[in-house]
């Protein structure tokens, strides 16, 4: 049991605390920790709930904090396997988090950057253009990076449209964030056609595809769910393109798992899908 516990993989993750709507640390504990690696936490921000459709929530941003904790971690020689980074609270903390990797980073550490900022074409309204400029420079720091299509579509200077996408526009962007810096990417939100969603994980020659039926809706979280499942595989040996096809099969069933009337800026019962370890267990190769 004890050799068991200290040959687990050891994940920091990098993200706010979302008191209330079920993403960030609140969705990255729970999944890493039960597909099987330790989760330490570095958080970003601490909100009343997250951003996306609460009025009034508020916001208190822990650059400092963040400073003082991984000074207090230096005595520990503390060792982690993978990096993985998401909500920031601000600007600066893109160079908090450049420091960290500069810290923790050995060959055997992998760092998973999803850089959030916006979906449905749009920044979420507590980021602006400055943001996405300071965001783009961790791309280099990225093993894999874990964009949706909006996000990917910032970084890149690309044009947002609504509709469905071409394999050429979905290569473009990929050897696009490659060029700048990124080995890996796993971009998110891809359709070829209407009824289908999936994501594209860029490859040495064609990129892989993985798509699921399209659910009517926008649920609050799946991001975050997303990189969690795809970072826990990963921990567990799993190959990328296997990873972010479990990751997007685990997504689906917390959707499903979801009451269809349920205020979806609560996020998705994703606690149902860990109960059954379908993920986990069976559907990873
Ligand atoms: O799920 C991404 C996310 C994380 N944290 C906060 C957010 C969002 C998206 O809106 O607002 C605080």
Same mark, same amino acid.
């Given at each position: 049991?004890?050799?068991?516990?200290?040959?687990?993989?050891?994940?920091?993750?990098i993200h706010d605390i979302s008191?209330?709507?079920?993403?960030s $640390?609140?969705?990255?504990?729970?999944?890493?920790?039960?597909?099987?690696?330790?989760?330490?936490?570095?958080p970003t921000a601490l909100l009343?709930?997250?951003t996306?459709?609460?009025?009034?929530?508020?916001c208190l941003d822990l650059t400092d904090e963040m400073?003082?904790?991984?000074?207090?971690?230096?005595?520990?020689?503390?060792?982690?396997?993978?990096?993985?980074?998401g909500f920031l609270a601000c600007a600066a903390q893109t160079?908090t988090v450049?420091?960290?990797?500069?810290?923790?980073?050995?060959?055997?550490?992998?760092? !998973?950057?999803?850089?959030v900022?916006?979906?449905?074409?749009?920044? =979420?309204?507590v980021f602006?253009?400055?943001f996405?400029?300071?965001?783009?420079?961790?791309?280099?720091?990225?093993? !894999?990076?874990?964009?949706?299509?909006?996000?990917?579509?910032?970084?890149?200077?690309?044009? =947002?449209?609504?509709?469905?996408?071409?394999?050429?526009?979905?290569?473009? !962007?990929?050897?696009?964030?490659?060029?700048?810096?990124?080995?890996?990417?796993?971009?998110?939100?891809?359709?070829?056609?209407?009824?289908? $969603?999936?994501?594209?994980?860029?490859?040495?020659?064609?990129? =892989? =595809?993985?798509?699921?039926?399209?659910?009517?809706?926008?649920?609050?979280?799946?991001?975050? !769910?997303?990189?969690?499942?795809?970072?826990?595989?990963?921990?567990?040996?799993?190959?990328?393109?296997?990873?972010?096809?479990?990751?997007?099969?685990?997504?689906?069933?917390?959707?499903?798992?979801?009451?269809?009337?349920?205020?979806?800026?609560?996020?998705?019962?994703?606690?149902?899908?860990?109960?059954?370890?379908?993920?986990?267990?069976?559907?990873?190769?």
């Amino acid at each position: 049991m004890l050799l068991w516990f200290y040959s687990m993989k050891n994940v920091l993750a990098i993200h706010d605390i979302s008191c209330v709507g079920r993403c960030s $640390l609140t969705v990255c504990l729970p999944i890493i920790s039960a597909m099987g690696s330790t989760c330490a936490s570095l958080p970003t921000a601490l909100l009343s709930t997250h951003t996306g459709g609460f009025d009034g929530f508020t916001c208190l941003d822990l650059t400092d904090e963040m400073r003082k904790i991984v000074a207090a971690w230096r005595p520990l020689s503390l060792k982690f396997d993978a990096l993985y980074s998401g909500f920031l609270a601000c600007a600066a903390q893109t160079d908090t988090v450049k420091n960290l990797i500069a810290e923790y980073k050995t060959p055997h550490t992998t760092v !998973i950057i999803d850089p959030v900022m916006g979906d449905d074409g749009k920044l =979420y309204k507590v980021f602006d253009k400055a943001f996405v400029e300071k965001m783009k420079q961790l791309l280099p720091l990225a093993d !894999i990076l874990v964009p949706n299509i909006t996000e990917a579509m910032l970084l890149t200077d690309t044009p =947002y449209s609504d509709g469905s996408h071409t394999p050429a526009l979905i290569e473009s !962007i990929l050897i696009k964030l490659q060029k700048a810096g990124a080995k890996q990417v796993v971009l998110t939100g891809v359709f070829f056609k209407e009824g289908e $969603l999936g994501v594209a994980v860029s490859g040495a020659q064609s990129p =892989y =595809y993985y798509f699921t039926p399209r659910i009517a809706g926008s649920f609050h979280g799946t991001g975050d !769910i997303f990189g969690s499942v795809l970072t826990a595989s990963l921990m567990r040996g799993v190959r990328l393109e296997a990873a972010a096809a479990a990751a997007a099969d685990f997504v689906v069933q917390a959707i499903h798992a979801t009451p269809p009337n349920a205020d979806t800026r609560y996020g998705v019962n994703f606690e149902a899908v860990l109960k059954t370890f379908a993920v986990c267990t069976s559907n990873i190769v």
